[in-house]
C-alpha cells in the first residue's frame, strides 16, 4: 500500500526558482505529489537537482532506520508471541487452527488477536483480559 504523501511524477524543468533552498537553478525537477487518493489535491513542488539529491540522501539514510527498527519491533513481537506458546503448551494442549485462533485442551477457542474467547461446550463467547487466568477459570 502507498503512503501518502507520495511522489507520482518528476519532470525535468530548465530556470527554476527552488523551492527548498529559494535559489535560481537552471536545471531542476518538478516534483507532483499525489497527498491522498482524490487526484484533484495533487500537489506540485519545484526543486533543485541539489535540493533533490539532498532529499534522496535523508530518504534512504530515514528507510534505513525505519527498517532496522521494523526488524527488531517483529523480532520483539515473535519472541513475544513464542513466550505464551511455550507458557501455553507446559499446562495445556493447544491445537493452533489459524495464526489467530488458538484451540485449548479442546474446549475453547482463543481468538489471540482481539482477546476472544469461545467456550465450545457451552458456546459461550465473550472478551478475556488475561489468558492464563480465564483458562485456569474455564478449563475443566
Ligand atoms: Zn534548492
Not at 497527498?35 to 495533487?42: A, L, T
Not at 541539489?50 to 539514510?61: M, N
Amino acid at each position: 500500500m502507498k503512503h501518502y504523501p507520495y511522489l507520482e511524477n518528476t519532470k525535468k524543468v530548465k530556470d527554476l526558482t527552488c523551492g527548498r533552498c529559494k535559489k535560481e537553478h537552471q536545471d531542476g525537477l518538478r516534483l507532483e505529489w499525489q497527498v491522498s487518493w482524490f487526484r484533484g489535491e495533487d500537489e506540485a513542488e519545484l526543486v533543485c537537482d541539489a535540493c533533490y539529491t539532498k532529499q534522496l540522501e535523508e530518504d534512504k539514510i530515514q528507510q534505513k532506520k525505519d527498517q532496522v527498527r521494523w526488524a527488531i519491533e517483529a523480532k520483539k513481537e515473535a519472541k513475544f508471541w513464542a513466550d505464551m506458546k511455550k507458557r501455553l503448551e507446559a499446562k495445556y494442549t493447544v491445537e493452533y487452527l489459524t495464526l489467530y485462533q488458538w484451540r485449548v485442551n479442546g474446549q475453547v477457542d482463543l481468538y489471540i488477536t482481539n482477546k476472544r474467547f469461545h467456550v465450545l461446550k457451552t458456546n459461550r463467547r465473550g472478551d478475556y483480559r488475561d489468558m492464563h487466568s480465564f483458562l485456569e477459570r474455564n478449563l475443566t
